[in-house]
């Protein structure tokens, strides 16, 4: 079967932490150029704009975008216009009407487009979703701390505009418990504190409700000091489930954790090349929706200045 050829576009943490390791191990793929606004060189042709890379002689069959998530879409209409197919890093856009306008012309190109959601194709999230469809859920807890300072260091782009702030690493537990639970969650509550010089919040707390009436809520802290905690607990009528470490570990009752492997990004190019092959779309904006509610609805605070490498003022 012929290879996949894919262009890179923003070179960053991810892609070279995740996305270069996994396309380099799946031999369905050919990772054939890189965008970046800087010269990095990851070993294949380099362009500083899609524009670039969409008027060179590269030929490219899939484009698979890493950049922050305020550039995706203008990135993703053009490559999309082109009849190219795309995977877009999570969160699939900023803005709801982005990810519906980018579906709905992939779909008038006959092209594949793929919303990755990277934590739900951690070891622990199917099986979990498995033991949780025959149980009678009574709450889920969610905590997902951690120091903003060493997990993105200089990435100024969380704290603008649609960089989300603490919802960036906050959307993957909402990513995970959409998954996880049998039914919707609807939005109540949001309290959202905005330090005074910052777009996005460094702190959030949630409170839903599934379609079942099993309460949710949400602890999202991005000051989180010392080791960072991403657990899921689920109280049922039986034992308590608790997914740990972003998904990777899960404990089911008394039983002894179990660690899975780290499978999310080779399964998510898994995925990709299938939906390549089919030609189509796999965008699921649940986990965004509900930051959007939270946007909408929530109740806002304002805390100190964040300053990145001066601790926080004021
Ligand atoms: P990052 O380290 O800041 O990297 C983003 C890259 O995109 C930078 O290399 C940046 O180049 C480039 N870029 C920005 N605008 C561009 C444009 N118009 N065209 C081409 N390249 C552009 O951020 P990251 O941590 O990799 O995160 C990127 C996305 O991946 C985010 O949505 C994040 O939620 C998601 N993600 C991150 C992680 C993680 O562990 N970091 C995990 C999963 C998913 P410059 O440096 O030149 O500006």
């Given amino acids: ?106 779909k008038a190109q006959g092209v594949a487009l793929f919303a990755a959601w990277h934590c739900r194709e951690a070891a622990g999230v199917e099986p979990a979703r498995q033991w949780l469809a025959s149980r009678a859920l009574q709450r889920v807890n969610i905590s997902w701390k951690e120091d903003v300072r060493v997990w993105h260091p200089g990435q100024a782009w969380i704290w603008q505009p649609g960089g989300m702030g603490v919802f960036d690493p906050g959307i993957n537990a909402l990513s995970i418990i959409t998954r996880i639970l049998p039914d919707r969650l609807v939005l109540r509550d949001a309290n959202l504190v905005f330090p005074s010089n910052c777009h996005a919040p460094i702190r959030a707390q949630l409170s839903m409700v599934s379609s079942a009436g099993v309460e949710v809520v949400a602890d999202l802290d991005f000051e989180h000091r010392g080791e960072p905690c991403w657990d899921i607990v689920c109280e049922s009528d039986t034992a308590t489930l608790q ?42 904006t649940t986990p965004l929706e509900l930051v959007a509610d939270a946007f909408l609805c929530g109740r806002r605070a304002t805390a100190p200045a964040f300053i990145e490498d001066q601790g926080i003022s004021g």
């Fill in 1 to 106: 079967m012929q290879k996949i050829r894919i262009a890179l576009v923003g070179v960053g943490k991810i892609a070279r932490d995740q996305h270069i390791p996994a396309l380099l191990q799946n031999p369905g793929f050919e990772l054939v150029a890189a965008v970046s606004l800087m010269d990095e060189q990851v070993g294949v042709p380099h362009f500083a704009t899609v524009a670039e890379l969409l008027r060179s002689a590269a030929v490219v069959d899939a484009v698979v975008i890493c950049t922050p998530p305020q550039v995706r879409f203008d990135i993703a209409r053009q490559v999309l216009q082109q009849g190219l197919h795309v995977m877009l890093e999570k969160p699939p856009a900023p803005r709801l009407t982005e990810v519906q306008a980018l579906v709905a012309l992939a």
């Fill in 243 to 284: 997914l740990s470490e972003g998904g990777a570990v899960l404990q089911i009752g008394e039983q002894a954790p179990v660690r899975g492997p780290d499978v999310e990004y080779p399964r998510l190019y898994r995925r990709f090349a299938q939906l390549v092959r089919d030609c189509t779309v796999d965008v699921d």
